[in-house]
């Protein structure tokens, strides 16, 4: 028993240094109290004594009942004030109107944290949210955290902590491992827990955040990252409510190199609904909380199966910062169709060294040996060809990771001799990620893994998580970000600016534009397209109308001064007819700029991560294929040029089909301009849209043509 208290006071004290280490007294207690504990064990408030009391919990537990002096065997005491110690954490699971008031009893009495099982706050209406607000100031006030309200709690398997009143216990207890789990949902935190567990993956710990009144599950990532019992990180987020801590925790995890595996949902407008209306969070855009966990190496899953298949295999701590894999396989239709899946999520599988192809055709024949390497059934007659194809693959074809498809193989008589053979591979290159794609008994999976090897019946999500790994150690390995560029305070108008003006604020930030000139008569005008040079845009000028192409306010290739003079007139009176009361402010004249290629760039500000920068070509590419990426801004030019690479139509900006390169360089250079002039803009900042930006061959820059600046009151 000592040595367990000693334990769990240690894993206090090395987490009492980091960032997040405010949440170890709720996270990991060296003492509970339980308010409105019941000696049923089956009760909301009387499983988590119950289920501590079976697994040995070490350290203080208080039940708090006034109507009895026991509960399941413990002495129980009638008020908070009665405790012989003050807790590090209470579980409150008594009726809302009763739980608000014992919160500031707790916290008069110095209790650090709460687990609030109790529901009737903001998941319920606006009366609901108002209490839950007050109850966390009231917390707050003193220092105290709370965890909920509406949430299923907490546990840590390794030190037998179960703030919970999940029944999935009642099936089986955790199985240790260096997995932890962080979930905004209640009900689906223990369901993954469950099919780890069913899987005998290791997951020994998981909290679950719920109305996220206080504690967020950004928060709970911190602590995960900080807590050096915990490798591998998965989370199921519904809705992202504060970004700060979750921008934190993901520096912190990607520090540590601890991976992050999420599974985000609400994608579509139905399941974003259904985020907000269960936790009383906000969705938000998905795109933009895609860009910010691609920023820190955050790998998304598609489903609970394929995040538990990247956790699990995240736990060997392998991750290959230039990922290849080789397979070797005693199927070629398993060849085929890993060679498949590995295209499709862009997973390299270089081909095998010639001269190695001919040596292993040299011992068997009938082999395919370029990768996958397919051994065939020859390795059941002759077990020593196992570890000469295998080596051959890790020594000959240098891949980070070999992936071994066997099959039922595992299961035969012979498979001992073959696993001694795999096994001396790798124990001669150990630093290689060894994945086997086998259909075994439980105990011979548990042979395989405490072997070093990662086990997974279905090869294609063998390749997925392999994937993972190497996205990982791309992340891991990643050099410093350049810093944003240095841009002067900006001082945003009251109201919308009108092009002209917006090109001003832009150019002060560096951001260039077409040479142009605001004229307010068509003499003027004409002045000014004879000293830009011909062809020339026209457009109305005016702050009212931002939209200007819609009402037919745009007019291109005016080619001399009769045109021009014209054209002024034209657009006067379209302003008029079709915005009769806008303010119309003359006209813009721009040079008409050719051979670049068209581009948009702009800035939307989300509600949760603020300025948020966006990339794409101009035309089709972003009107119908969407072909655009995000970046939370500020960044610099490296960063930018990453994101113009990144997008499906890079190639016309890179010179494909003897195209002249366009100047990229210039480009990344606007892009990280923007995005920091969009930070020291500020909150009234709404929009910003750069369309087209013309980049220009390789060496002669980048231009906003048109430029919408959109301001809040």
């Not at 998941?123 to 965890?147: F, H, P, S, T």
């Not at 992340?475 to 001082?491: G, R």
Request: charged share 20%.
């Amino acid at each position: 028993m000592q040595r367990e208290m000693s334990k769990i006071m240690s894993s206090a004290t090395i987490l009492a240094g980091g960032r997040f280490s405010g949440l170890t007294p709720l996270l990991a207690p060296r003492s509970v109290a339980v308010l409105g504990a019941s000696s049923d064990p089956t009760r909301i408030s009387g499983r988590p004594i119950a289920y501590m009391l079976a697994q040995g919990f070490q350290g203080g537990l208080y039940p708090i009942n006034p109507n009895r002096t026991e509960v399941q065997g413990l002495k129980a005491y009638p008020t908070i004030a009665d405790l012989p110690e003050t807790p590090d954490v209470a579980i409150v699971a008594v009726p809302a109107e009763v739980a608000a008031p014992a919160v500031v009893d707790l916290a008069k009495r110095g209790v650090k944290a709460v687990v609030m099982f109790t529901a009737g706050f903001a998941e319920m209406d606006a009366a609901g949210a108002a209490a839950q607000a007050k109850m966390v100031a009231d917390a707050r006030a003193y220092g105290m955290r709370i965890l909920g309200p509406n949430c299923l709690g907490v546990f840590d398997a390794r030190r037998a902590y179960y703030a919970t009143f999940s029944s999935s216990f009642d099936s089986g207890w955790p199985v240790l491992g260096r997995i932890g789990i962080a979930s905004q949902s209640g009900a689906y935190g223990t369901h993954l827990y469950t099919l780890a567990r069913n899987r005998g993956i290791g997951a020994s710990l998981c909290v679950m955040t719920g109305n996220e009144g206080d504690v967020t599950v950004g928060e709970c990532i911190g602590w995960l990252a900080e807590n050096p019992e915990v490798d591998v990180i998965a989370v199921y987020a519904e809705g992202i409510r504060e970004a700060p801590g979750l921008i934190a925790a993901l520096q912190t995890a990607k520090a540590a190199r601890k991976p992050i595996v999420m599974q985000k949902v609400g994608r579509s407008e139905l399941g974003g609904k259904a985020a907000k209306s269960h936790t009383a969070s906000i969705a938000g855009d998905d795109a933009v909380t895609e860009a910010v966990m691609a920023e820190f190496g955050v790998m998304r899953a598609r489903n609970s199966e394929e995040m538990l298949d990247i956790a699990h295999t995240a736990t060997r701590k392998i991750y290959p910062a230039r990922n290849t894999l080789g397979v070797i396989t005693v199927s070629g239709g398993a060849g085929v169709l890993i060679s498949d899946v590995a295209e499709s999520v862009g997973l390299a599988m270089p081909e095998m060294p010639p001269d190695a192809q001919e040596t292993l055709r040299g011992l068997v024949p009938f082999c395919a040996p370029r990768n996958p390497v397919d051994a065939t059934a020859q390795v059941s007659n002759d077990v020593t060809l196992v570890k000469t194809f295998t080596e051959s693959m890790v020594r000959d074809g240098g891949y980070r990771s070999v992936l071994g498809f066997f099959s039922m193989t595992a299961s035969s008589r012979r498979w001992p001799a073959i696993r001694e053979q795999l096994n001396a591979v790798k124990a001669e290159y150990p630093d290689r990620l060894y994945v086997l794609s086998v259909i075994v008994p439980p105990e011979r999976r548990q042979e395989l893994e405490a072997d070093g090897w990662v086990v997974h019946e279905d090869p294609t999500r063998a390749v997925v998580a392999i994937d993972a790994m190497g996205r990982y150690g791309a992340a891991f390995a990643a050099p410093p970000a350049l810093p944003a560029p240095v841009v002067p305070a900006v001082a945003l108008p009251p109201a919308a600016p009108t092009e002209a003006e917006a090109k001003r604020l832009l150019a002060e930030a560096g951001i260039a534009s077409a040479p142009e000139a605001a004229c307010s008569t068509a003499d003027a005008a004409v002045i000014a397209a004879g000293r830009i040079g011909f062809p020339v845009v026209m457009k109305i000028l005016s702050p009212d109308i931002l939209h200007k192409s819609e009402i037919g306010g745009v007019l291109l290739d005016v080619a001399d001064s009769g045109a021009v003079l014209e054209g002024y007139r034209v657009l006067m009176e379209r302003a008029k007819q079709a915005a009769p009361h806008a303010r119309i402010e003359g006209v813009l004249v721009a040079k008409q700029l050719k051979g670049g290629v068209e581009c948009i760039l702009g800035i939307h500000r989300d509600p949760v991560f603020g300025p948020i920068a966006m990339f794409g070509l101009g035309g089709i590419f972003v009107e119908i294929l969407h072909d655009v990426v995000f970046r939370r801004c500020p960044f610099g030019a490296d960063v930018a040029e990453q994101m113009i690479r990144s997008i499906k139509g890079a190639p016309l900006l890179l010179g494909a089909r003897g195209r002249h390169p366009a100047d990229v360089k210039a480009l990344a250079e606007m892009l990280a301009r923007l995005s920091a002039f969009a930070v020291a803009a500020g909150p009234r900042l709404a929009s910003i849209d750069l369309n087209p930006v013309f980049a220009m061959p390789e060496g002669h820059g980048a231009f906003a043509v048109d430029a919408v600046i959109e301001v809040d009151a």
